[in-house]
């Protein structure tokens, strides 16, 4: 083996060391040059040319053109509903305060489509992640993910592998509260309309469904957990099967999201049943909607301005070196009470 082919690898330590500045100033530099002082960046730079400091595509990327650095992307599910719609614009929002750009991928909760996402972030070289992901496997969202080499901030989702950040609200809390709100208005027969039963949202909301009905020795009659997109038409086309069980007395349901709720509340009035005297129903999110007089959706509110905060502050934390990766914020929910969570036979405001 030749001298060459021997010659140890430099390292950041080397390029720091021999440029007499710390690691973490070198690793701050690659990620956002212009937090550096200039006579800084060049001298590290002169040691990065002298010494042929080998970088990953997304270091040279940024030593190139120190714009790169300043592009976060979101991987959401759907910017059609109006949580992740405002979850987009709110992210956006504070990273324009912050001088930096937003790329948005939608999966559509697809976890093909998020692999395809995931590919294309690869090659646009940006900063960092905030990521719904909707991966069946938290082996392969950590290896996908793990592979971009920058900074991620998942959102609802932690994953036992990889250092990665997350923000998240306690969905099983949100799940048991919301149902647990509707057992005591004196309900006793429940529907649970789910979304992707691979959404660790969605799996954590039916567990604290599950928990509360137990908690309380109400049983699960069959076929009440009903798997499904999150989407209006989809609680719409509920509505038949919810209104056939009407018919023999109160029903109760929980529905993975306020645009299913929605979907579901508006189908069954134009059916004849009445929210909530015969069909009481609580949903997730808050969306805006939720709170029409016409609408009146009781609903655990997902807080997107604090989420949106601790997504972007973690995130740019970490882009800077100033933090690990494996940082957890965990939120816990609130139930917002509306009139479709009535008692039975009433109405409360």
């Known amino acids: 083996m030749s001298d060459t082919n021997r010659k140890k690898r430099v390292t950041l330590d080397d390029i720091a060391r021999m440029a007499g500045v710390s690691k973490s100033t070198v690793s701050r530099l690659i990620a956002d040059p212009e937090s550096v002082k200039e006579s800084t960046r060049e001298a590290v730079f002169r040691v990065i040319a002298e010494t042929g400091y080998s970088t990953t ?143 660790p949202s969605v799996r954590q909301r039916l567990e604290g469904f599950r928990a509360a009905l137990e908690n309380s020795y109400i049983p699960l009659e069959p076929n009440m957990v009903r798997n499904g997109e999150m989407s209006f038409e989809r609680g719409a086309e509920e509505a038949a099967f919810v209104c056939r069980l009407a018919r023999s007395g109160p029903v109760a349901v929980v529905a993975a999201n306020d645009e299913t709720a929605i979907g579901l509340m508006d ?60 940082e957890k914020i965990v939120l816990q929910p609130k139930l917002i009470v509306r009139r479709s969570s009535g008692g039975v036979g009433r109405a409360e405001e």
Not at 100 to 129: K, M, W
């Open 267 to 326: 189908a069954c009035r134009f059916s004849g049943a009445r929210v909530p005297e015969d069909v009481a129903v609580v949903g997730f999110d808050n969306i805006s909607p939720s709170a029409l007089q016409s609408v009146g959706l009781t609903t655990v509110e997902q807080p997107i301005r604090e989420i949106s905060e601790a997504a972007v502050e973690i995130l740019l934390q970490a882009i800077k070196g100033e933090i690990g990766q494996k």
């Open 57 to 199: 595509g997304l270091e040279a990327a940024r030593l190139r053109n120190p714009q790169l650095s300043r592009a976060v992307a979101l991987i959401a599910p759907d910017i059609r509903n109006p949580f992740w719609g405002s979850f987009a614009y709110l992210i956006q929002e504070q990273l324009f305060q912050r001088g930096y750009n937003l790329y948005v991928f939608c999966t559509g909760f697809d976890p093909e489509t998020e692999r395809r996402c995931i590919r294309q972030v690869s090659g646009s070289h940006v900063a960092g992640v905030i990521a719904n992901s909707n991966l069946y496997e938290d082996e392969e969202a950590a290896r996908l993910y793990g592979d971009l080499n920058c900074p991620v901030t998942f959102l609802n989702r932690v994953l036992p592998l990889g250092r990665f950040s997350a923000v998240i609200q306690d969905n099983f809390q949100a799940g048991y509260i919301a149902t647990k709100h509707l057992v005591e208005h004196g309900y006793r027969r429940f529907v649970f309309l789910a979304g992707p039963m691979n959404s």
